[in-house]
């Protein structure tokens, strides 16, 4: 755990692995999701637009080897990076039979300097079969596996229409574990109709559940979303910046410091956002985080019971 930092950050972890810093590049494979396909719903979650978190660039000729190109260029000019970790983010990337997940795989594993890869993808889109593939990378690579789940909550699953519960999730990590796969989830804070007391449930409820790293991200309303509409309705009221930031840190103190913590808020795009306007202000968050737990005299673990 970076002291400095009060908790166990993704960087840090990088550096102590390769030596060096170590640069995410994200990709646009061109894939779906259950849930906006029409296999699940044709809505999304309320809180996704159409990208869904995607840069739409695989849509637009671009293929895997050229955006990892492409994003090689800034990692390098500004962090002086020589060494890459291939982020499969938008959408659904397991969503796709074996055989089109293995040539995305080495498609971005065959470009210079790529040490790993980071997969995101959702619970109930994952069997044995294809964590077979994803296993025989981690004799060569750093391979992390990402579940998206926001909450442990089912009412809070149903509301925001995940799509699955939080059963699927842990057959998910059952299949996952002792595979030598890394496992992040990812955790939104400010959900509807969750108060404080069940934010901490997600939080000890994760904390002894085997998994290797966290998210966590604010919920922010994204223009053109089913949660814009909310918002406008008066259906939603997002959290407030000091609000969010004390509730990171009381996550943070339930988890324990084995969990790397992967990102602590949202990085939205300014011109996707409506409110809150703090969301943007990315630095200021984290900042405020870290004088929080100063202020407690706080770290991450220190309210764990294993």
């Known amino acids: 755990m970076d002291k400095t930092k009060r908790y166990s950050d993704y960087n840090t972890y990088l550096r102590q692995l390769f030596g060096q810093r170590v640069q995410k590049i994200s990709i646009d494979a061109g894939l779906s999701c259950p849930n ?13 637009n159409s990208k869904g978190s995607g840069s739409g660039m695989f849509a637009r000729g671009v293929s895997i080897k ?6 090689k260029i800034g990692m ?18 397991t969503y796709t039979t ?30 044995a079969q294809k964590l077979d593939l994803i296993e025989s990378y981690t004799k060569n690579y750093l391979v992390w596996l990402e579940y998206g789940l926001q909450s442990v909550h089912d009412a809070t699953l149903k509301i925001i229409n995940r799509g699955h519960g939080f059963k699927e999730f842990s057959k998910a990590v059952r299949l996952t574990r002792g595979r030598g796969i890394n496992i992040c989830t990812h955790v939104i804070l400010g959900l509807p109709g969750e108060d ?10 994760l904390a002894g559940s085997g998994i290797n790293g966290i998210k966590i991200h604010l919920l922010y309303v994204i223009k053109g979303t089913v949660l814009d509409k909310m918002w406008k309705n008066g259906d939603y009221i997002p959290m407030e910046q000091d609000e969010y930031v004390n509730m990171v840190c009381d996550f943070l103190e339930l988890l324990p410091k084995e969990i790397i913590i992967q990102r602590i808020t949202g990085d939205p795009h300014s011109d ?35």
């Open 36 to 48: 906006r396909d029409g296999l699940l719903s044709r809505k999304g979650c309320i809180y996704c």
């Open 66 to 71: 050229e955006q990892i190109k492409s994003g």
């Open 76 to 93: 390098i000019k500004k962090y002086k990076a020589k060494k890459f970790l291939a982020y499969f983010q938008s959408f659904t990337n």
């Open 98 to 127: 074996c055989e089109h997940m293995k040539q995305m795989f080495d498609e971005a594993l065959s470009c210079d300097g790529m040490v790993g890869m980071a997969i995101g993808t959702r619970p109930d889109c994952i069997d």
């Open 196 to 205: 404080k007391k069940m934010m901490r449930e997600t939080a000890k409820i």
């Open 272 to 306: 996707e956002l409506r409110v809150p306007m703090w969301a943007a202000r990315y630095r200021e968050t984290f900042n405020m985080i870290q004088h929080t737990f100063e202020k407690r005299d706080s770290f991450q673990g220190i309210r764990y019971k294993g």
